[in-house]
């Protein structure tokens, strides 16, 4: 996914271009299932995986666990769009990546004003990273500088960095119909690389031992009214609708919740539904009782690739728990966990 090509090839004219969106399908609103609260995770592939990053350190207190395919550390862009195209997807002597000790620093600085939860609770967090060696979008020591990011607090043990020579800047998943081959970059961003699974990799390291996947993901796939969790008034930097999957059974409650991040230009608004049917967690979900949220972006003239806000288009607290895509996410979660009325 050359997620911010138009940024190298004139951002700043692309972004002032008129960007129309299809019109919206009817959705109904987000369920309260009762969901449980404990060992949330989140997940992403590149503005996803540094939105999952995000979602971690501003809320380590809740999320246990982050999967991260061709993502970075927290705050790497240091709200500048050019910072993000450069140093943090493909750096160089001329536009290095920020020192480990700054980006540490400014989560400190942050939690002792309570702008995010502390983090000493990320000692206590799983995560799973990976990277291709022919991603070219998002280079592998971008990958290698969130792990030492998080091995500022998190044991060894708990980070795993896998490691695909193959495989392109995409999600990785065996079950896709419409994935291509394993090096290719390219839409929909979804990849076969034999019979690597991506999200069977990570939910395995985040969660624990797993049940096998289903043969069928037979739960539902619901679209639901996103519009609702975004303050009246705001800019439009999040869709009117996003999906969830709900496994059967989980309308009873108890289920986990984990929160997958699409890519730039694989929202709704660009690929309909395909992420959410494809990026290859439903049959794992299905079969260990975990809803998955997947919520969706919108093109805007800040933003015309879709991606999740890693860089300050939405504002300079992006990475704090008032950033209106975390604020955002945090009350669907909190309503998936609310008891059915």
Wanted: proline share 6%.
């Amino acid at each position: 996914m050359k997620l911010f090509a138009p940024f190298r090839a004139g951002y700043f004219i692309l972004a002032s271009l008129f960007l129309s969106s299809p019109p919206a399908l009817a959705a109904e609103s987000l369920p309260a299932l009762g969901a449980s609260m404990e060992n949330l995770t989140v997940s992403g592939l590149s503005s996803g995986a540094f939105m999952a990053v995000q979602m971690h350190v501003a809320h380590s207190s809740l999320v246990r666990g982050a999967g991260i395919l061709a993502g970075g550390p927290y705050y790497c862009a240091r709200n500048s769009a050019w910072q993000a195209v450069t140093a943090c997807m493909s750096p160089s002597f001329f536009s290095p990546l920020p020192r480990t000790a700054d980006l540490v620093s400014e989560v400190e600085k942050q939690a002792a004003a309570r702008h995010i939860d502390a983090p000493e609770n990320l000692r206590h967090a799983r995560v799973w990273m990976l990277s291709g060696a022919q991603d070219k979008t998002v280079k592998r020591e971008v990958v290698d500088a969130l792990h030492d990011f998080y091995a500022t607090w998190l044991p060894a043990s708990s980070i795993v960095h896998e490691r695909l020579p193959d495989a392109g800047h995409a999600m990785i998943t065996p079950d896709a119909p419409d994935a291509r081959e394993c090096r290719v970059t390219a839409s929909p961003w979804i990849n076969h690389c034999g019979n690597f699974d991506a999200p069977g990799h990570l939910l395995a390291h985040l969660l624990g031992p797993l049940q096998d996947k289903a043969a069928q993901a037979k739960g539902e796939l619901l679209l639901f009214d996103q519009g609702e969790f975004s303050a009246a008034g705001e800019a439009k930097i999040m869709d009117e609708r996003a999906y969830v999957y709900i496994p059967s059974g989980c309308r009873a409650g108890g289920c986990r919740i984990h929160v997958a991040f699409h890519g730039c230009k694989q929202q709704a608004q660009e690929i309909g539904d395909l992420y959410a049917r494809e990026a290859g967690y439903n049959r794992w979900a299905e079969t260990n009782r975990l809803i998955v949220l997947y919520p969706q972006t919108l093109k805007s003239n800040g933003n015309p690739n879709g991606c999740w806000d890693w860089w300050g288009y939405s504002g300079p607290d992006y990475h704090l728990r008032t950033g209106k895509q975390i604020g955002a996410v945090r009350k669907m979660i909190e309503r998936l966990a609310s008891s059915p009325r």
